[in-house]
Structures are given as structure tokens and as C-alpha cells.
């Protein structure tokens, strides 16, 4: 079935539609809330907001536009992981990853090879220097829009959307250089 269809099926309350989109979408809402979170979410995390991702799109079904369902499911995942991450930190003081907790069932291996990627992740972004460093991190950590990082690093729009393109094309050469790529 396509999707301007279950789209319509949805917003007319079928919950056989909302069901259809839940097993379809599952895995791409998974990937973007995972995206988001930078790794940063449990197993149980991930699936906790992908639960509330369909939840939100069934309470928002009205809102639906036929031919941007698939749009409108990734707008609510990546919604949800920011609110998640907002949550998340107002409950923790500090996440130290020197301090991580390896808890029961979680893969050993895969927090050692997270921890790595974030110490070389830390080490780029020291290498390329302040200001951009801080615009990066007020960018995509806190996710700060570039006017509210003009606002509050006092400097001029333009020249902070430069600073993060620029920024991103170091990142992404230091990155490569060290052997990571996407």
C-alpha cells in the first residue's frame, strides 16, 4: 500500500494504519532517534522514544499531510530524541565517560569502540580550535540554532554558519586522516 493511502487510513483513526506504520517505520525511526543521540541512548532508550514517536503521530494524525507522512514521522523522531537528550540531562549533573558504567547486557566491546570514537571525536574538536570548537558544540551537542549562538558568542550570523561549514570540513578531514569514515 502506498503511503498517501495509510496516510489517510491513519488520519481517519484506523489503528490497523498505525500499526502498518509502526512495523514499517520501525527501523528508520530507530536510526534516526540512535543519529540523534550520538550514542548516548540505552537499548531501552532508543525503544522508549520510538514508542513515543507513533504515539505522538497518533495523538498528531490530523496534522498528517498525505504525501509527507514518511517526513512527518522523521520530524517527530528527531523531536523526540532532543527532548530525550534535554531529559536526560536534566537528570545527570555530568556524563564523564571515564566513568561509564558497563551494566548487565549491555556489549562490552561496543562501549569501548563508543569510547574511543568519542575520545578521537574530543581530540578533532580540540584540533580544530576556538571559536569553531565551541560552535560545534553549542551546534550540535545543545543544538543551538546559528542565531542563538550569534546572540551568545557575540558575533555575526553569517559568519557563524561559515564557521560551522568550515569547522565541519576540518572535522571531517581530521577524522578521515585518523581512519574514520562514514
Known amino acids: 500500500m502506498d503511503n498517501e493511502k495509510l496516510a ?10 498505525l500499526e502498518e506504520v509502526t512495523k514499517n517505520y520501525t ?8 543519529n540523534v543521540a550520538g550514542g548516548n541512548f540505552s537499548v531501552e532508550d532508543i525503544e522508549e522514544t520510538t514508542s513515543d514517536t ?8 490530523q496534522k498528517i499531510q498525505k504525501d509527507k507522512l514518511k517526513g512527518f514521522i522523521c520530524c517527530i523522531a528527531k523531536n523526540k530524541a532532543k ?8 537528570h545527570q549533573d555530568v556524563v564523564s565517560i571515564e566513568g561509564m558504567d558497563f551494566e548487565d547486557g549491555l556489549n562490552v566491546s561496543q562501549e569501548i569502540e563508543d569510547k574511543f570514537i568519542s575520545e578521537t571525536l574530543r581530540k578533532a ?3 580544530i580550535g576556538e571559536p569553531d570548537r565551541e560552535i560545534i558544540i553549542r551546534h550540535y551537542y545543545y543544538y543551538q540554532s546559528s542565531t542563538v549562538i550569534s546572540e551568545k558568542m557575540q558575533m555575526n550570523n553569517e559568519t557563524v554558519k561559515s564557521r560551522i561549514k568550515r569547522a565541519k570540513e576540518k572535522l571531517k578531514k581530521i577524522l578521515t586522516e585518523r581512519g ?3
Open 125 to 127: 574538536l580540540d584540533d
Open 83 to 90: 527532548n530525550k537528550i534535554k531529559s536526560n540531562q536534566r
Open 180 to 182: 574514520f569514515t562514514r
Open 8 to 17: 489517510e487510513r491513519l488520519m481517519n483513526g484506523d489503528e490497523k494504519a
Open 27 to 34: 527501523p528508520l525511526v530507530s536510526t534516526i532517534i540512535s
Open 54 to 61: 507513533f504515539i505522538t503521530l497518533w495523538y498528531n494524525r
